[in-house]
């Protein structure tokens, strides 16, 4: 099933299609630190995804950033809500040469980011590394999910936030395969 999504605001122009298929990702968000990233999301989570941004840039990439994780998030609520059979919970654990994170998830459908994850540098090129949380708390929030991202070993920038996009990614993975229940995923019945 195919998912998608027109975002259009002062600041930032998006159309993004999800889907739970493995077909090759097409992500043009007009920064490339968070083309990569999201590649690599997509990959990881089997998830194929894309995205056609346009945003504020010129200011910084803050918008387009939070925006494409806002509606990714509202995307992944309305994958959560029509399937309603999934495992809920996932765990990863991803070393990305010296660098290792913890990513666990529960589609809860109570959203609340915990971001432990101090990162080296500010920087990744232009890319501003605070806007990595941003995108997690952004998507996190509007997918309703309860997600824990611990940066347990850090190193290289660039290494640290690759290995928390697939950390996520791999464990989103998990918490999204069908049950072998058949049944929503919890005890109340119903995941809201």
């Excluded at 992500?27 to 945003?55: E, K, R």
């Excluded at 803050?62 to 609520?77: A, N, R, S, Y």
């Excluded at 997918?143 to 290289?156: E, F, K, S």
Aim: aromatic share 8%; net charge negative; charged share 25%.
């Amino acid at each position: 099933m195919m998912y998608q999504k027109t975002r259009n605001t002062t600041e930032t122009q998006l159309f993004i299609t999800l889907a739970d298929d493995n077909r090759p990702s097409d992500i043009h968000t007009g920064v490339g630190f968070l083309d990569h990233m999201l590649t690599l999301f997509s990959f990881h989570s089997g998830l194929s995804i894309s995205i056609d941004a346009n945003g504020d840039t010129q200011v910084d990439d803050h918008h387009v950033t939070e925006d494409i994780g806002i509606v990714l998030g509202q995307l992944l609520l309305e994958m959560v809500k029509e399937r309603q059979t999934f495992q809920r919970y996932g765990v990863s654990y991803i070393p990305m040469d010296e660098t290792l994170t913890r990513t666990v998830v529960d589609i809860s459908g109570r959203p609340y980011l915990l971001f432990n994850a101090h990162l080296s540098r500010e920087k990744v090129g232009s890319f501003d590394t605070e806007l990595v949380e941003e995108f997690f708390r952004a998507l996190v929030i509007n997918a309703r999910l309860t997600t824990h991202i611990d940066l347990i070993r850090g190193g290289n920038t660039h290494h640290e936030i690759e290995s928390i996009f697939k950390s996520f990614a791999r464990a989103l993975k998990v918490a999204l395969a069908e049950n072998d229940i058949n049944q929503t995923p919890s005890s109340k019945g119903v995941i809201e």
